[in-house]
């Protein structure tokens, strides 16, 4: 109750400015709205319903629709490390009458586009994250049932041509191959790019496992122009535009670290490749830290992500997540939360969704011993390390040959 309460002013203070009625009231409202913000902490915290859960009564909800609304309350972790071992054959009667199965081998094609070599996440990796969000994005409670995460980034070509998308022409023209490889079996393109985004965010070392669901449906029209974020904009242009989108501050602070992977190639040519903190590829927390204070030369620092990182209304949630004592967990947690709310912006079937979870790999903190465990033959070297309680996540490739093989051999 104390939630909804809560929900419900917050929404009634961000959409005081559009009944602006006399001249001067837009100032003053304005600045009552950050003070506002500044006095209370919950009112930065992301509580407003989206969709489909804006009306449906919990009776009417189904197990899903009553699953996301926990998450997007904070009442249940936006996280999830269900798994599924017994995955049926790709060509067989069992897989076609289970919804995620199909997903279970997309994923795994995508998990191998995602990983490099060296266990970082690849320019794949960071392009679909990307993705997911400037799919998600075109969406703002203003423009109506329209738009956000319904494929229309790919589906709709209008869309890429404009300069803030610059940069998706790649992970666009992949989505395109898995389309026409895997479309046949019903999926859609609004799914296939929000799982994507999550498979390759848990890809990413230290990455959280989101909760993924599907059923979305697709949209060839463009979505409204003008509600993706710009690196020039201010602070509060910036938090507005994303309120619009039901992001309060703090749940903007978490989303921003996935630039904690980013590496830019457009907003300075001249430093193409520069990332964003000093490590690229990893789901660390170096960027909070970096962004807030000193980063070696190379680091291409936004200047979006300072002024924020600067403001009063991130500025405690930047501190937090850079702590070293738990500031990882915490921004896992948050930024699967937020996640979860913006993969499904405009999304008005959430009730009718398939939780698809348990297809995504393990998170990289576990993920050798769960390939350890599903192999036949023994590893030495990975027995060795657990039985000396050692770092194991760097013995991964040594199991991934073999599980490649059982999996193999499982959809032949
Ligand atoms: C204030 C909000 C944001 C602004 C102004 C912003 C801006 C940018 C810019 C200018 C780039 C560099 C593009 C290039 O030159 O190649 C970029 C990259 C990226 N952004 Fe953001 N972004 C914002 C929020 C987000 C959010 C919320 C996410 C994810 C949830 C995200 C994920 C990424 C990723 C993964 C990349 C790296 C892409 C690559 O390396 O190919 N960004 N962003």
């Known amino acids: 109750m104390r939630n909804a309460l809560l929900a419900a002013a917050c929404a009634a203070s961000a959409i005081i400015p559009a009944a602006v009625a006399w001249p001067g009231m837009e100032a003053t409202l304005e600045n009552l709205q950050k003070r506002d913000d500044l006095k209370s902490a919950d009112c930065r915290e992301s509580q407003e319903l989206i969709g489909d859960l ?10 899903v629709g009553s699953l996301v609304k926990g998450v997007i309350l904070g009442r249940v972790s936006g996280e999830s490390h269900e798994i599924y071992h017994d995955v049926p054959p790709l060509r067989s009667y069992a897989c076609a009458a289970n919804t995620c199965c199909v997903w279970w081998y997309i994923v795994d094609e995508m998990e191998r586009l995602f990983r490099g070599p060296g266990g970082r996440c690849t320019n794949a990796a960071r392009g679909a994250i990307r993705l997911g969000f400037h799919d998600a994005a075109g969406w703002s409670k203003y423009t109506g049932q329209f738009g956000g995460a319904d494929g229309s980034i790919v589906l709709a070509p209008k869309e890429l041509s404009r300069p803030l998308n610059a940069g998706l022409k790649e ?42 669901f599907v059923g979305r449906v697709d949209s060839y029209a463009p979505c409204p122009d003008g509600l993706l974020p710009s690196e020039e904009s201010d602070a509060d242009t910036l938090v507005e535009l994303f309120r619009a989108k039901t992001i309060q501050p703090h749940g903007l602070a978490a ?40 980063a070696p030369p190379r680091v291409f620092k936004f200047r979006s992500d300072i002024v924020l990182s600067q403001d009063p209304r991130l500025f405690d949630e930047f501190r937090a997540f850079s ?36 297809v995504l790999p393990q998170a990289r903190n576990e993920v050798a011993v769960d390939m350890w ?40």
């Not at 490739?397 to 093989?405: A, S, Y």
Request: proline fraction near 5%; charged fraction near 15%; include cysteine.
């Open 171 to 212: 992970i666009v023209q992949q989505m395109r191959v898995w389309y026409d490889k895997w479309g046949h079996y019903g999926i859609t393109m609004a799914d296939l790019i929000q799982m994507g985004a999550t498979v390759a965010t848990v890809v990413c070392p230290l990455g959280p496992r989101i909760r993924s």
């Open 255 to 294: 989303l921003l670290g996935a630039h904690s992977t980013s590496r830019q190639r457009f907003v300075n040519p001249s430093r193409f490749g520069d990332s964003q903190d000093s490590t690229p590829g990893v789901w660390d927390t170096l960027f909070y830290n970096e962004t807030l204070g000193s």
């Open 373 to 412: 465990v599903n192999t036949t033959e023994n590893i030495l070297e990975v027995a060795g390390a657990l039985r000396a309680g050692g770092l194991i996540t760097g013995l991964v490739e040594l199991t991934r040959p073999l599980v490649n093989k059982a999996k193999d051999a499982s959809s032949a």
């Open 54 to 63: 804006n009306w449906l009564p919990d009776y009417a909800l189904s197990p």
């Open 323 to 358: 702590d070293p004592n738990g500031g990882q967990e915490h921004w896992n947690q948050d930024y699967a939360r937020e996640y979860v709310r913006l993969s499904l912006l405009g999304v008005y079937n959430i009730n009718n969704l398939t939780d698809c979870t348990w």
